[in-house]
Structure formats: structure tokens, C-alpha cells
């Protein structure tokens, strides 16, 4: 199993949780002192066993439902940053503690990573349908075609003792051993030749069951997510909402839906928790005598005339360090 799958998974089922509106507010356009809020409710909720390593591993200590609180509460925010980075652009790296607690605030399951690898080793694979042995059509025997070699070389009385109960080219060999003597040999020996086209139509159907079956997932969630009716979004003053096309809301545009945009364009309220990392990354604009900060480039989401910037180390160093100290 592959650990870029385990993450890929958790990303998308937190994607899938926040367009659907089902994630804690603490969690949608998260900060540092959101997300140790949000631990501080997870763990008074919901502190199972499976979890004590993965909290052991980020806060530094093992946690229980008497030190969960005081641990969490005087944890240092600064150190939920990475995660918050990696949520914003989900294709750097990030270290695993940080991918293993995002999956315990979610709720993701099978958590963690061994639970997960488990379970994905488990999984039968349908797609892998067993096609007829080589041996079955290279070995001929001289006699005639579908006859393997052992069946050539067998004596008629052999073949008269045979295990009713062996195969079916064993069930038929006495029938076919009488029609020999008769001359009948000929007519009798493409009798084997029958189980391997059988067994091929019977793959066929299989294999498009599986395949079905493996996809269905994929297009009910397209269909569920993406339909012709919530193919709209709007500006809810710091991201993108999905909604019907037809549905008015007061004092908000609705425009088609930008699957880009709904998911990772968001306005950075809170200033103090941009990193260097953002450099590039992250963009600007000065608006009314503010500067306001988005997690993408593009246009301004309601003076959509208006460009932002990419952030720079200038701007970097001269409006947003002074807000760490």
C-alpha cells in the first residue's frame, strides 16, 4: 500500500465533508487557535484507543480524559501551522503527525496508517480475473486437438479406475475408453476441449461486474456533488458555497461553480498565521485602506475587476512578520 494513497484519501474526504457543509466551523478556514479548539472538543468527545499515539506523537505526552484539557489548552498553537499550510496547498510536504491528526479531527476512517494498510490488503481484487493455464493449449498431444499429453499417454484401463468424483475430463473417460474399441476415437476427444469456453464466458460477465461495481462509488459522488441543480456557488465573505443555480441569496452573486475555487480559493482572516511558505504562494490586495489576503490568485471575489497579487517577501517582511511579534 502506498502512503501517498492514504493521504490522498484523507484529503478528499475532508474536501468532500467541508463542500457538504458536514465540518465544524473550527475546521472549514481553520487558524491555530481554531484547530486547538477544535482537539479540545474532538477529545472530550470522542478520545478513543485507537488515537492515544497518534495524540502521544503531535502534543509530546499520552493524553487521557483527565489531561486532555490542560495538555490542549496549554499546548503552543504555532505548532498546528504546518497542518494548516498543508490544507491550504496540499501538495507540499508535511510531516506525519500532522497527517494523522487531521484524520483524527475529521474523523476519517480506518485510522491510522496500519488500520488503513490492513484494511486496503484485505480488499479482494476483482479486477484480477484468472485467464486458462498456458499448459492447457501448449501441451497437446498428437492425437488430437484439446487432448493434453497426460491424457494421450494414459493406459484405457487407468482411466477406467479414475475417481468419479476428479474432473470432468476424468468423469468422461470411461465412455470415451468404449468408443475407442468401436473406433470412435476422433469424435470423443473434443469433449475436453468444452470447460475452457465455458470458463470464458463466464469471465466476461464477471469482469464487467467488477468493473461496475469499483465505479459506482466514484459516480455517485460526482452526481451527488456536482449535479446540474448545485452546479452554482457564491461568495459567503470568506469562501465559496455551493448551491442550486436557481436559488437567490440577498446581497451575494451567484455564478457557475468552479470546483478550483470552492474548494481551495479563501480569504486569510487572520494574517498573523501566513508563513514564509506563503511567499508566491498566496496572494493580496489593497482594499478601503486594508490589506485583505487569499489563500489563491486570481480576481477579487466581489470586485471581480480587481487582481491579486502574489504575496512578496517585501510585503512578507513589512505588513505581516510585525503581526507575529
Not at 83 to 111: C, G, M, Q, S, Y
Not at 301 to 308: G, M, N
Amino acid at each position: 500500500m502506498y502512503y501517498k494513497d492514504y493521504i490522498d484519501q484523507i484529503l478528499q474526504n475532508y474536501e468532500q465533508k467541508k463542500a457538504a457543509g458536514n465540518l465544524s466551523l473550527n475546521l472549514s478556514a481553520p487558524t491555530p487557535a481554531q484547530l486547538r479548539d477544535e482537539c479540545l472538543i474532538v477529545c472530550m468527545e470522542r478520545l478513543e484507543q485507537k488515537d492515544a499515539q497518534t495524540l502521544r506523537t503531535f502534543f509530546g505526552k499520552t493524553i487521557d480524559q483527565k489531561t486532555c484539557r490542560h495538555t490542549i489548552e496549554h499546548f503552543d498553537i504555532n505548532r498546528f501551522r504546518p497542518l494548516i499550510n498543508f490544507l491550504e496547498t496540499p501538495t507540499i510536504d508535511t510531516n506525519h503527525k500532522n497527517v494523522e491528526l487531521l484524520a483524527w479531527l475529521i474523523n476519517f476512517e480506518p485510522r491510522p496508517l496500519d488500520r488503513w494498510e490492513k484494511k486496503e490488503a484485505n480488499k479482494p481484487d476483482k479486477a484480477a480475473i484468472p485467464d486458462s493455464s498456458p499448459e492447457e493449449t501448449d501441451n497437446e498431444a498428437p492425437g488430437g486437438p484439446g487432448q493434453t499429453k497426460a491424457a494421450a499417454t494414459a493406459p484405457p484401463e487407468d482411466t477406467a479406475q479414475a475417481d468419479p468424483s476428479g474432473s470432468e475430463a476424468a468423469s468422461m473417460a470411461t465412455p470415451l475408453a468404449a468408443k475407442d474399441n468401436s473406433g470412435v476415437l476422433s469424435t470423443a476427444l473434443q469433449a475436453p476441449g468444452k470447460p475452457r469456453f465455458h470458463f470464458k464466458t463466464i469471465t466476461i460477465p464477471l469482469a464487467a461486474v467488477a468493473m461496475a461495481s469499483a465505479s459506482l462509488p466514484v459516480y455517485n459522488y460526482i452526481k451527488e456533488a456536482f449535479s446540474n441543480a448545485d452546479a452554482c456557488m457564491y461568495w459567503t465573505g470568506d469562501h465559496y458555497q455551493s448551491v442550486p443555480c436557481n436559488q437567490k441569496i440577498y446581497g451575494s452573486l451567484i455564478i457557475p461553480l468552479d470546483t478550483e475555487k470552492l474548494f481551495h480559493f479563501k480569504k486569510i482572516t487572520r494574517p498573523d498565521t501566513i508563513t514564509e511558505a506563503g511567499i508566491n504562494r498566496i496572494s493580496y490586495i489593497r482594499l478601503n485602506g486594508g490589506i485583505e489576503y487569499y489563500t489563491r490568485k486570481g480576481d477579487h471575489p466581489v470586485f471581480t475587476e480587481k487582481s491579486l497579487r502574489p504575496l512578496t517577501e517585501h510585503m512578507y517582511e513589512t505588513h505581516i512578520r510585525p503581526l507575529k511579534q
